[in-house]
RNA sequence: GCCGGAGUAGCGUAGUGGUAGCGCAACCCCUUGGUAAGGGGUAGGUCGAGAGUUCAAUUCUCUCCUCCGGCACCA
């Protein structure tokens, strides 16, 4: 079979014919510079997914099909433009604006007085099934961009000619037709609306910022969903049930792991005995991977005078996102958004040498920050938490070396807790925004280096990001991806050559002299509450042993066990476990419920060991043992069971169901 | 903070301009049962808070609180 070939319709009626991968000059050349502007319609013999391309630098030309990762792109962009139809149609006077394709689907942002319902929406997507059965040929055409401004205004799409004044004067736009609808728009798209295919869904509408700007007017946002077909889509819609199903907030509340008041206000979780389990074990965790690489904790205060933050430089940064002060005689203490500072006041308050460097100081710290109202939401994004902090103060010479073993913990980290699919993410300042940050050019560029060094070094994937820098210094977030693939930003990492100055944190060098210390922030587990969050969705809430709230509960069959099944309560409880800060956590359950009852109970609190007990179990002075996987390990001597669940806590794994 | 939606018992929910039901959980009784819901009964509500309209408000209006979906923000 010969590859298809390309055929371009002309203006005139003539058809030219080009192999596929053709370049736009390419065209171009063959057609005449003239007609490179002019209506092109790209389009292949008998074949289902042509597209349309502009005709611009090297830009090839060639069909998409449905195998084409791009040909999702577009189902999603030509939806976009459906939507926009749609809407236009079905509410005239309403504005289009932007409406790009996105992870799952599409949006496009409208404004429109009128908020759109519910309702709204099902007519939307109802008209657009239409638009997509109707099959409306696409046409490109090329415009000057100042008879495209005039005629956007002229029909009253003001944020369409806002959009086109900010091209550059001497440059073309290319406008978009799907039957008479037409949109300015880079393309490229389907030959014609029917190629969409009917697998996609309007799932809601929210605000949106016109150009992502907070000071600018609020539009309308529709978002959708679209895929290649209806399996496809049907396993998205299964997913983001899977993702309801392991919501934290959901599971928090059905395993009393955690709990919010409005007495005590937005944001400010109260943590139930289990989920206080949860932090515990994680701080433990922390405790010993960091007295390995030879952290020092420390305890400080949650509040400091505005002096501190002043000096830190923080106050004037982040004033509106920290709790009101409290006026206590006559001065102002504020609760601490972080210990940064807290933390380079135990470096200062001793001459240091440079052979004691690096010096690592840890704390699980609490702290206040006054965010967002709106951008609160359940433990992931909360105004009270508390970080797994430290900072460590080293030479120069060090901080390449100090990062990698900073990112080296991550990596235990994440083994641990089996996360497959993680990166980092290194965050400089945005060029065009430099009042955001620190002034000092030269050491951005030095600070910025070592980070890069050290994460070429540990080999760990990792993207860069312009403008999301600390104002002190550049940033590496870890961002991990739980088993059902969400991803979450859990850690943040910094190199600040600013605290040196701000706080005057020097060391004595082997010339007598002072010097200036790099400080690396480092917060590998988070918070305990985005932390928690993040394992409640990874493990569903049936976390691995040295995790769950409870380990193993005794089910006893009847009373005549009773003191046999207290007895074996009693002998667990007393066992000493190494990883354990409180050895292992069993309960009972003597309630008068029949056994399957009891079993249910313990399923659904995805408690990882039953340990029920009868007549023979009490005769032979065993368990018997059923995991929550609903397997059933049959009766074992209490030994045998102890052997394993002290081996699970204590190696933080779980032996294989 | 902004746009939109919501708040009824511990949890999940129904409902109405004439002050409320259901399921699960809780408690009591019967049941002593061998691997995911035994049966019966009892109790539990300032219908998120405050104000207004009304003869009468859980229901309509306003303000506040809290939550949800986004946006903006995220040291």
Known sequence: MSAPSISVSLPDGKTLSFPQGVTGTEVAAAIGPGLARAALAAEVDGHQWDLFRPIAKDARLRIITRKDPEALELIRHDSAHVLAMAVQDLFPGTQVTIGPAIENGFYYDFARDQPFTQDDLARIEARMREIVEADLPTRREVWPRDKAIAHFEEIGEHYKAELIRSIPADEDVSIYFHGDWHDLCRGPHFVST??????????????????????????????????????????????????????HRRIGKELGLFTFSPDVGAGLPLWMPNGMVIRQELEFLALQEERRDGYRRVATPHIAKDALYLRSRHLPYYKEDMYSPLDIDGENYYLRPMNCPHHHLIYGATRHSYRELPIRIAEYAQDYRYEASGGLSGLMRVRGFCQNDAHIYCRYDQAKDEFIRVMQLHARYYDLMEIQEYYMRLSLPDTANLEKYVDEPEKWLAAAEIIRAAMKETGYPYIEAKGEAAFYGPKVDFMIKSVIGTEYAISTNQLDFLATQTFGLNYIGEDGKDHPVYVIHRAPLGSHERFTAFLIEHYAGAFPVWLAPIQARIIPITDRVSDYALSVRDRLLALPVVNGTAGLRVDIDLSSERMQRKIRDAQTMKIPYMLVIGDKEAEAGSVAVRLRSGRDLGAMPLEKFTDRIRREAESRHDVAD
């Open 194 to 247: 029917g190629k969409i295919g009917q697998a996609f869904r309007l799932t809601n509408v929210a605000g949106a910022y016109w150009r992502g700007d907070s000071n600018n007017a609020q539009l309308q946002r529709i978002y959708g969903t679209a895929w290649r077909d209806e399996k496809e889509l049907d396993a998205y819609l299964q997913r983001v049930a899977e993702q309801e199903k392991r919501d």
